[in-house]
Nanobody, 115 residues
Framework: QVQLVESGGGLVQAGGSLRLSCAAS????????MGWYRQAPGKQRELVAT???????DYAGSVKDRFTISRDNAKKTVYLQMNSLKPEDTAVYYC?????????WGQGTLVTVSS
């Protein structure tokens, strides 16, 4: 079955960096679009970044020029490099892949940015 496992979250000071990883299994990774979403306390889950099977990237305006999504098809892993972190980036970050009309999610990894 589809499994997405995130890692790399933690506590960081404002202005710092973190890299999140999402290891996928149960899918044909090289043919799959992948994405990162986040959910802050009391807020709805929102899109952060996506990367298509062809490597085309898209970002939310709030993270553009600070975050970079990338993928390693050989490792079946998608990454989110987060630089210049702000307290408002604090959230649980989720990995996502759409498969045959269904959305699959990881368990999430918590990112906390202190001011």
């Amino acid at each position: 079955q589809v499994q997405l496992v995130e890692s790399g979250g933690g506590l960081v000071q404002a202005g710092g960096s973190l890299r999140l990883s999402c290891a996928a299994s149960g899918i044909i990774f090289g043919f799959s679009a992948m994405g990162w979403y986040r959910q802050a306390p009391g807020k709805q889950r929102e899109l952060v970044a996506t990367i298509s099977r062809f490597g085309i990237r898209d970002y939310a305006g709030s993270v553009k020029d600070r975050f970079t999504i990338s993928r390693d098809n050989a490792k079946k892993t998608v990454y989110l490099q987060m630089n210049s972190l702000k307290p408002e980036d604090t959230a649980v970050y989720y990995c996502n892949t759409p498969q045959a009309g269904n959305d699959y999610w990881g368990q999430g990894t918590l990112v906390t940015v202190s001011s």
